[in-house]
């Protein structure tokens, strides 16, 4: 069963293939940097609210930052 919070490594990995930075992001998600700099870093968990956005704003599936990623 997976987690509740998604790793930090899978919400780095879904805003760099955006081609966003962390200022970038923050802003269109109405969030401080630092939040999102948390977010990445494990030292907060992103609610389910933002990590909607997240999602959206990254275009990709909510559901899939989840899970761990696989290594190719």
């Known amino acids: 069963?997976?987690?509740t919070n998604p790793t930090p490594d899978n919400l780095r990995?879904?805003?760099l293939a955006a081609g966003?930075?962390?200022p970038a992001?923050?802003?269109l998600?109405?969030?401080a940097v630092m939040t999102v700099c948390y977010w990445e870093t494990a030292q907060a968990d992103i609610k389910s609210r933002d990590l909607r956005l997240f999602a959206e704003v990254c275009?990709?599936?909510a559901g899939?930052?989840?899970y761990e990623l696989e290594e190719t």
Request: avoid cysteine.
């Open 29 to 31: 998600m109405g969030v």
């Open 20 to 22: 966003l930075s962390q």
């Open 59 to 61: 275009g990709v599936n």
């Open 64 to 66: 899939g930052l989840l």
């Open 13 to 15: 990995a879904a805003r």
């Open 25 to 27: 992001l923050a802003k």
């Open 1 to 3: 069963m997976p987690d």
